[in-house]
């Protein structure tokens, strides 16, 4: 068989859409020319790390010529470097004499416990209550924003390495948070008159099919929610399917939804995840971009700062700059989360900052609404402004751009120097001694510590 007929392509009938998943990766990581006992390697880490990509971005977006160092490649394809050697041999060893599946998804599992499924307590912290009973699928953490995480829309036109949302697509059920109870969401918002955006997350809230999507969105148009003014969906499907917004069946009735949102006076953004400028070449996504943005919604994007994907300034300026021309606004650049293989995507802190400001310094500033490399941590968004001498002592320079207490939100603070620090929990206070989220040793309860331990 050659390259292209691995998996064929189902024919322009309906979505067109064809996914890739484990049992495909053999003959795809083949074309990447990696030996057998890399590809076993690899394939043993994608039994602990969800693995899914679909035709458009093996055929579009990869340069195959350049896999496996192509950051496209290392986008969606597992790497067999992204756990610790120790760890994967023996997975790879059950592969290689044909071990039940049983014996493999086990072992499988346990290394996936110790990979700080749900970081940033997210999974018991942030559900909020209603009538005294939890409300899976919603996370309520900052006052003005509540997060939906809809049933059907926990998964992805393709998943990314990097991804912090990984726990939810390996089938460990309890480990998946989600809902399609509207009506008791639409009473926790009316009760919540504080809240005035609602953010429908994932997985990817438009891998759902407009029909599915109207029933998460036409409820929060409701006039007993007038509190509700934007109504946001985090996406990646512009850079990983933006035929959804063009040529799939209810590409129309999609936009047609958004024009609802819009006719209904509340804002519509689309957050749409960008990890590199190699996604916004084919000319579909500019049609996709002019499509939304002809219903009146608005488009920001974001994406995490990636080791081996985008750690470099001229990646994010050249990014930025695209989105600009295409008429997206750029809005966060994010530290990569304490989850999953993060010390293999990780980027010290110190050299984040060096990024952001070279790539920021060199945009106009209509890209300069961007923000970061913020940090989205148990407390809220860390903001690293950068590096100072202050009275002798080298410091970061921190703030919070979101917080659980409003209060702490703008005012700077510090932390020592770390060279080699990536994340919140690695550093110390500096001129205090505690940082301004964590609680008064005099009245402390320890919350905000054992929140931050890795949950296995
Ligand atoms: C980032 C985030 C939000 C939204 O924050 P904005 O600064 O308004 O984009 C809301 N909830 C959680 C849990 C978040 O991490
Ligand atoms: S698109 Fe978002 S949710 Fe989906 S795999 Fe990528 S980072 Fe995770």
């Known amino acids: 068989m050659t390259e292209h007929e691995v ?20 003959q795809l990581i083949a074309r990447a020319g990696l030996s057998e006992s890399e590809r076993l390697a690899v394939r043993a880490v994608a039994t602990v790390l ?3 990509t679909n035709d458009y971005v093996v055929d579009r977006l990869i340069d195959w010529a350049a896999a496996p160092d192509d950051p496209i490649y290392r986008l969606v394809f597992p790497q067999a470097d992204m756990l610790p050697a ?3 041999k023996p997975i790879a060893d059950m592969l290689a004499r044909g071990a039940p599946d049983r014996e493999i998804q086990a072992a499988a599992r346990g290394l996936r416990m110790r990979l700080n499924p749900h970081p940033a ?14 409300l899976p699928g919603v996370q309520h953490k900052y006052p003005e924003t509540v997060l939906v995480f809809p049933k059907q829309g926990q998964t992805c036109h393709a998943y990314c390495t990097y991804c912090f949302r990984w726990a939810q697509f390996v089938g460990e059920p ?11 969401v639409v009473a926790y918002l009316q009760s919540h008159q504080e809240v005035t955006s609602v953010l429908i997350t994932g997985g990817d809230p438009m891998i759902m099919g407009a029909g599915v999507l109207r029933h998460y969105i036409e409820p929060l148009l409701d006039p007993r929610l007038e509190h509700i003014e934007s109504i946001r969906i985090g996406t990646k499907s512009l850079a990983y399917w933006p035929q959804r917004f063009v040529t799939d069946p209810d590409a129309d009735e999609t936009l047609e939804l958004f024009e609802k949102v819009l006719a209904a006076g509340k804002t519509l953004a689309l957050m749409a995840h960008f990890s590199h400028p190699r996604e916004l070449d084919p000319p579909q996504v500019a049609t996709a971009a002019e499509r939304i943005r002809a219903t009146g919604a608005i488009i920001r994007t974001q994406a995490p700062l990636i080791r081996t994907i985008n750690d470099d300034a001229q990646t994010w300026q050249v990014m930025w700059r695209a989105h600009l021309r295409m008429g997206m606004v750029p809005y966060y650049m994010f530290v990569e989360r304490d989850t999953g293989p993060q010390g293999y995507f990780a980027v010290p802190l110190a050299r984040a900052v060096e990024i952001f400001r070279d790539a920021y310094s060199s945009v106009s500033g209509l890209c300069r609404t961007v923000r970061g490399p913020s940090m989205s941590a148990t407390p809220g968004k860390v903001c690293i402004d950068g590096v100072a001498e202050i009275a002798g002592q080298r410091v970061f320079v921190l703030h ?21 620090a990536v994340w919140l929990t690695d550093l110390r206070p500096a001129f205090a001694d505690r940082f301004p989220f964590e609680p008064d040793p005099a009245d402390a309860t320890g919350l905000w510590q054992e929140e931050l331990l890795p949950a296995g």
């Open 7 to 26: 998996v064929p392509v189902i024919p322009a009938q309906g979505r067109g859409f064809r996914a890739y998943s484990a049992k495909h990766l053999d």
């Open 50 to 52: 969800p693995f899914r």
């Open 86 to 88: 120790e760890d994967i």
């Open 121 to 134: 307590g997210q999974l018991a912290l942030n559900i909020p209550e209603i009538a005294d009973e939890p």
């Open 174 to 184: 309890d480990l998946k948070m989600a809902t399609d109870d509207m009506a008791r």
């Open 400 to 420: 919070m751009i979101q917080a659980r207490d409003p209060s702490l939100v703008g005012r700077p603070f510090f932390a020592e120097f770390d060279p080699s």
